[in-house]
């Protein structure tokens, strides 16, 4: 018998030994980081894509150094929903899956099972924090074809649903250069946010990288730069731009 909603739907408590140290936006909420996290909210709430919002957003980077992807997809997250826009996050990190981890969550049924089954999406959802507007989809079962999968029918209408439900929908992914999952999500999305690292990330491979997204009609909102060189405190997202 199909479950109802609020069956489904995991309500957690805030426990903070649950959550990961790097979801300094609940741990920390008035740390320079946090702070950064809701500069680039603000810049998000303005960015505007065919003078219509960006709503449906990945976060992806160049290459597997550029760390930060998912650590930026769960803080972003949660400072979009502290603002109360309705906020879903969605791993589509296949090949690397850790969402749920930076939530304290399990990841026994998420964003693939959805696409191999039948069921109805909202029983996956699951809710990290109390009284909060955040919803969290975990990967799921690994799958053998990633891209396969993100390029299917069943994936567009996903999104489509999604975008009616939330304010804001934020897509975790691989990096675009050694894998093409990004760029076939970034298609499917409003705009991309690329991290970089400031120490390891090589312009090369920015330009590559922007090259590479803007070839398929994506369009490349900005960067968000960790390890960036100390100004006047320690900052570790340290700047965060939207063109
Ligand atoms: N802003 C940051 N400053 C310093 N270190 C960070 C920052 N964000 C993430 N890290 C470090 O990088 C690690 C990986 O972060 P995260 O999982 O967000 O990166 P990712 O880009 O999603 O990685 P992957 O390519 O494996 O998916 C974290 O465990 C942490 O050690
Ligand atoms: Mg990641």
Redesign the pocket.
């Known amino acids: 018998m199909a479950r109802s909603r609020s069956e489904t739907l995991v309500q957690r408590e805030a426990k903070s030994d649950d959550l ?1 140290g ?1 979801l300094v936006t609940v741990l920390d909420p008035t740390s320079a ?1 946090s702070e950064a996290y809701r500069t680039l909210r603000t810049s998000l709430l303005y960015a505007l894509v065919d003078d219509t919002p960006a709503k449906v957003i990945v ?1 992806t ?1 160049p290459d ?1 150094s ?9 803080n972003l997250g949660v400072v979009l929903a502290q603002a109360g826009k309705n906020t879903l996050i969605v791993d589509c ?1 296949f ?2 899956p ?1 969402l749920h981890e ?1 939530f304290g969550l399990h990841s026994t049924r998420g964003m693939v099972d959805i696409l191999v089954g039948e069921h109805d999406p909202r029983e996956d959802y699951q809710e990290p924090l109390p009284d909060s507007c955040l919803k969290v989809l975990a990967a799921g079962t690994p799958p053998p074809n990633p891209v396969e999968l993100l390029g299917s029918r069943r994936f567009s209408e996903f999104l489509a649903s999604v975008r009616e439900e939330f304010d804001y929908v934020l897509i ?1 992914s ?2 675009t250069g050694p894998v093409s999952d990004s760029a076939i999500l970034a298609t499917q999305g409003d705009g991309v946010l690329l ?1 970089l ?1 400031a120490k390891k990330t090589r312009k090369g491979d920015v330009r590559r990288s922007v090259r590479s997204l803007t070839a398929v009609g994506a369009n490349v909102l900005g960067t968000v730069m ?2 960036a060189k100390k100004q006047r405190r320690r900052n ?2 340290a700047r965060a731009k939207i063109r």
């Open positions: 990961s790097y980081a976060v980077s597997y550029a760390k930060g992807k998912s650590t930026v997809c769960a990190d090949r690397r850790v930076l975790d691989p990096p991290t690292d960790s390890n570790k997202i």
